[in-house]
């Protein structure tokens, strides 16, 4: 199984729906993150786990809500979404905060 | 704050080199690293330095570091068309780590 993996890779739902994003990484790291990056835009960091504890959120409208079970998993589930919250929604997990992150390939996310 | 910063465009022939640039603020960065976005994907990350070195090169990779100026290069030796992507640079800035907005680089053939 590769480093890290994202599910589902596109996702369109509407904005009344409840969904959620799956991320899971088997490289035995610490700290995981979720980030979103949208066109023409830097990519932003919503949250950062580490030892599955949140130690930040970059003041992220609730209608997004983080959960780390433990330190191979990381959801982000979705509720009541705005149609300017679609974008590539990136999940990346490092062996602690501020070492190198390697990146699972995105879900690419459309509220209709 | 901490800020790191890009060009957003950059255009090369096949076989030239490229060189994308990027500068930063946080003077305590102690790795910087460089990242490729292929369409579709992730960031892969595609090489690092640490900030008491000058220089990495790893096959067709230079890496330069001016840690006075706080300028980062990347140089891509022999630019292929696989190598058109979305490049970003990021430095460990305070317990984080920093991302520029993101190179994008066309290679023509």
């Known amino acids: 199984e590769t480093g890290v993996t994202q599910t589902p890779r596109h996702l369109v739902m509407g904005m009344t729906n409840k969904k959620s994003l799956k991320c899971e990484q088997h490289?035995?790291?610490?700290?995981m993150y979720w980030y979103k990056q949208s066109a023409k835009k830097p990519l932003e960091l919503m949250f950062v786990?580490?030892?599955?504890?949140?130690?930040e959120n970059n003041s992220v409208p609730s209608r997004f809500s983080p959960e780390c079970p433990n330190s191979s998993h990381l959801f982000l589930h979705l509720h009541t979404l705005q149609p300017e919250d679609s974008a590539l929604y990136l999940c990346?997990?490092?062996?602690?905060?501020?070492?190198?992150?390697?990146f699972g390939p995105g879900t690419r996310l459309t509220v209709t | 704050g901490e800020d790191v910063e890009q060009s957003l465009f950059l255009s090369v022939r096949e076989g030239d080199s490229s060189v994308i640039n990027c500068t930063y603020t946080?003077?305590?960065?102690?790795?910087l690293y460089w990242y490729k976005q292929e369409p579709g994907a992730g960031l892969q990350l595609l090489t690092y330095?640490?900030?008491?070195?000058d220089m990495k090169q790893d096959q067709r990779l230079t890496v330069l570091l001016n840690k006075k100026d706080k300028h980062l290069s990347l140089r891509i030796a022999d630019t292929q068309t696989g190598d058109s992507a979305i490049y970003f640079c990021a430095e460990t800035g305070t317990g984080k780590l920093i991302f520029g907005q993101g190179t994008t680089l066309q290679v023509k053939p």
């Open positions: 990346a997990s490092s062996q602690a905060p501020a070492h190198e992150q390697y």
């Open positions: 786990y580490s030892l599955e504890e949140r130690v």
């Open positions: 946080d003077s305590s960065s102690t790795y």
């Open positions: 490289l035995g790291h610490n700290a």
């Open positions: 330095i640490f900030s008491n070195m």
